[in-house]
């Protein structure tokens, strides 16, 4: 069962006392141009640090605007979301939260793999180019927040307490010289809890929308191999858990991206959702997380049909596997 959310939920929640403790907020959004982006705050507050995280996929996925910082801060307060390349700003609990950032991003081919490129920003390769990145968008939830049910999102640590909401952003975008308005749809998501990045095999996170009345978010995961899903439909205003996913995808082999994939979807209610999702671009990541491990992460904008309906989103699929010796030695907190 999902327990309700309370107001407080959208705020700092007192930290537990491991040290791979997190406190993590995520805002996707996308237009019919193509533009797509990607934001994340996480906090650690043990190691009392901020990760700031962007990537904006370009439109026809020519390149990927990448920013990564780590902040240090000396209180564990709502204020540090405030600060920085990324700033994100509650002006109302549950519902409305405004995001803005300013960066120098690199700019990554289509395909290349963001470590390496960013690896070779510091060492003697051509350094990939940088592009100035700006936004001010404001996020205004469609839907009712969702907690997902306990246990769904353990894959990432046990224990870790997440909600999703999708709605609509708005506002303005600017790359480079070129500034132009954005009105498009996206998501927000919160997690807080212990952050294990050795604990999944894989796992699938899906968030679609088709216009501003039908949303379908599904995660899939499979820990020590168990496979188990989870997620929610929110459709003519009915929030609807979702019972049971099946999932058949074909994925490119060396950099994990989405070639093709449908979805299979029951709710607690008995309905049955069939969903076809198709890619526009993607991004792909590799990242060390410890005892000779690495996670292999790729982001992939879609569209997607369903009964009928045309949307967009995000489906990411990630993956541990056996540490290779060409691995920046880089760490990531969200």
């Known amino acids: 069962m999902s327990r309700p959310l309370e107001l407080q939920d959208d705020r700092l929640h007192p930290p537990g006392s491991a040290a791979n403790w997190r406190e993590s907020y995520f805002f996707g959004f ?17 190691r009392r640090v901020a990760e700031r995280i962007l990537f904006l996929l370009l439109p026809k996925g020519e390149h990927t605007l990448v920013c990564i910082q780590q902040d240090p801060f000396s209180r564990f307060e709502h204020a540090v979301l405030e ?57 205004e939830g469609r839907m009712p927040a969702y907690r997902l049910p306990d246990g769904a999102w353990d894959f990432l640590g046990q224990g870790q307490e997440h909600f999703e909401q999708m709605g609509q952003l ?12 954005f009105v498009g ?20 996170w899906i968030n679609l929308q088709f ?22 439909v929110y459709r003519d205003g009915r929030l ?3 019972a049971q996913v099946t999932m058949e995808a074909n994925r490119d082999h060396e950099d994990l991206h ?30 060390a997380c410890g ?28 993956q541990r596997e056996p540490i290779s010796p060409l691995t920046p030695e880089k760490g990531r907190l969200w």
């Open 185 to 204: 749809l996206g998501s927000r998501d919160r997690s807080w809890g212990v952050r294990d990045w050795l604990r999944h095999e894989w796992y699938n």
């Open 240 to 242: 609807l858990p979702i």
């Open 30 to 46: 996308h237009d019919q141009e193509g533009r797509a982006g990607l934001t994340y705050i996480s906090l650690s507050p043990r």
């Open 211 to 232: 216009g501003e009345d039908f949303f379908v978010g599904v995660v899939l995961s499979r820990v020590e191999g168990r496979e188990a899903g989870s997620g929610f």
């Open 83 to 139: 600060e920085g390349i990324l700033q994100y700003y509650c002006r109302e609990p549950l519902q409305r939260w405004q995001l803005r950032a300013g960066a120098g991003c690199f700019s990554i081919p289509a395909g290349q793999e963001v470590s390496s490129a960013l690896s070779a920003a510091g060492g003697e390769a051509a350094p990939p180019v940088r592009l100035p990145l700006a936004f001010d968008l404001r996020f």
């Open 291 to 318: 005892n000779g491990w690495q996670n292999h992460d790729c982001f992939s904008l879609v569209t997607c049909r369903c009964q009928g309906r045309n949307g967009q989103g995000f489906a990411e699929y990630a």
């Open 170 to 181: 708005s506002g303005w975008l600017r790359v480079g010289n070129e500034e132009a308005p």
């Open 258 to 287: 989405l070639q093709a994939a449908t979805l299979r979807v029951v709710t607690e209610q008995g309905q049955t959702l069939d969903l076809d999702l198709a890619p526009l671009s993607f991004f792909h990541m590799i990242v």
